[in-house]
């Protein structure tokens, strides 16, 4: 099976300007969510969707949004960039049942996109 | 409530020695305790993970010690090896609420010397 595609790998941005990170799943899998890395501050929770729709947020500002679709392929979207986004932001996928069977809940990480805001 | 707190944030050990890094916990909700790995330039992948109900789950060299009471975790790594050396992160999550929002701490960097 192939793992967690993200694209870009690699994006420079300007402040003001807006971005789209774009995520393919493992196939099968119907949960996708996105986190942000940081130095210092960790692996911060973003969203979470599921079968296109968002089912938990994080603590991030509304310039931070997301969406999937029925292919299960999901995007986020940065607007009006600040230089404090500058961070890896990592996909991952899993089955998403919700159900609590550890195989579920178990996440596939992408290698990621790294934005700088400059 | 929401927060893991991880120690350290670096650690050096020698080759075959034991690597031990601790995470803390606030939410007594939380219901799943994984351990990830990233190594530079790639994703955080699953090491080991653990539900309450059991105080230690060992795979290998890897072992996760668990105090419930103490609401506290540990990644112990016996016998290091310089492959070894990455960036270990915990986290929590309460999986039987069909949301999967993990709280992750916020990483050790272990280097093991050869």
């Known amino acids: 099976k192939a793992g967690v595609t993200q694209t870009p790998r690699y994006l420079i941005k300007t402040r003001g300007q807006q971005v789209t990170l774009s995520c393919s799943p493992i196939?099968?899998?119907?949960?996708v969510s996105w986190y942000q890395q940081t130095p210092g501050q960790g692996l911060q929770f973003l969203f979470e969707?599921?079968?296109?729709?968002?089912?938990n947020k994080g603590n991030f500002p509304g310039r931070f949004s997301g969406r999937q679709f029925s292919n299960s392929r999901s995007e986020m979207n940065v607007s009006t960039l600040e230089l404090g986004d500058s961070a890896l932001y990592l996909c991952?996928?899993?089955?998403?049942?919700?159900?609590?069977?550890?195989?579920?809940?178990?996440?596939?990480f992408g290698s990621g996109t790294q934005l700088s805001v400059l | 409530q929401q927060q893991v707190k991880q120690s350290p944030q670096s650690l050096i050990v020698q080759k075959g020695g034991i690597s031990i890094i601790n995470c803390a916990y606030e939410?007594?909700?939380?219901?799943?305790f994984p351990w990830y790995q990233q190594f530079p330039g790639k994703g955080p992948a699953l090491l080991i993970a653990?539900?309450?109900?059991?105080s230690e789950k060992k795979e290998g060299r890897f072992t996760i010690s668990f105090n419930k009471s103490a609401k506290q975790f540990s990644l112990h790594i016996m016998d290091s090896q310089p492959g070894d050396s990455a960036t270990y992160f915990c986290?929590?999550?309460?999986?039987?609420?069909?949301?999967?929002?993990?709280?992750f701490g916020t990483g050790t960097r272990l280097k093991v010397l050869a």
């Open positions: 991952a996928s899993s089955g998403g049942t919700g159900l609590g069977v550890l195989a579920n809940e178990k996440l596939f």
């Open positions: 196939s099968g899998h119907r949960s």
């Open positions: 969707y599921f079968s296109e729709t968002q089912r």
């Open positions: 939410n007594t909700a939380f219901d799943y």
């Open positions: 653990i539900r309450p109900d059991v």
């Open positions: 986290a929590a999550s309460k999986v039987t609420s069909g949301t999967y929002k993990y709280i």
